[in-house]
């Protein structure tokens, strides 16, 4: 199934840095594709992070997308309807035994419920 038929939301793929006042890389936020179908889920979550012992919930978030983007997994995905925005922890392309063109799979990390 194509992320054309599941599409439930379109995305902004951010890509890029820039220095800040002090030196430091920091994200540029500059648009590579706007208004891009995807197929955003949160696809589990657990309860204690392993790096704390302070009790966080922790959401793991699925995102499909079309081949065509390219998306690495230094950029940043906007969800338009809602303004949030994800790091792209991990890229997947799934075999093809056919040889089309397949979607590909990310794993992000929400960093921000309100907007870039």
Do not use: H, W
């Not at 919930?57 to 230094?74: D, E, F, H, K, S």
């Not at 397949?102 to 794993?107: A, E, I, K, Q, R």
């Amino acid at each position: 199934m194509s992320v054309a038929e599941i599409a439930n939301t379109a995305v902004t793929v951010y890509r890029g840095s820039a220095e800040n006042q002090f030196g430091e890389a920091v994200d540029a936020n500059i648009p590579l594709f706007t208004g891009v179908p995807a197929f955003i889920a949160e696809t589990g979550k657990s309860v204690q992070d392993p790096a704390s012992p302070t009790p966080r919930t922790i959401r793991q978030v699925t995102c499909q997308l079309p081949a065509v983007t390219g998306v690495l997994n230094t950029d940043r995905i906007m969800d338009e309807s809602t303004g949030d925005v994800f790091i792209v922890i991990s890229v997947t392309k799934p075999p093809t035994i056919i040889g089309a063109p397949v979607d590909l799979v990310l794993g992000l990390k929400r960093v921000t419920a309100s907007g870039a």
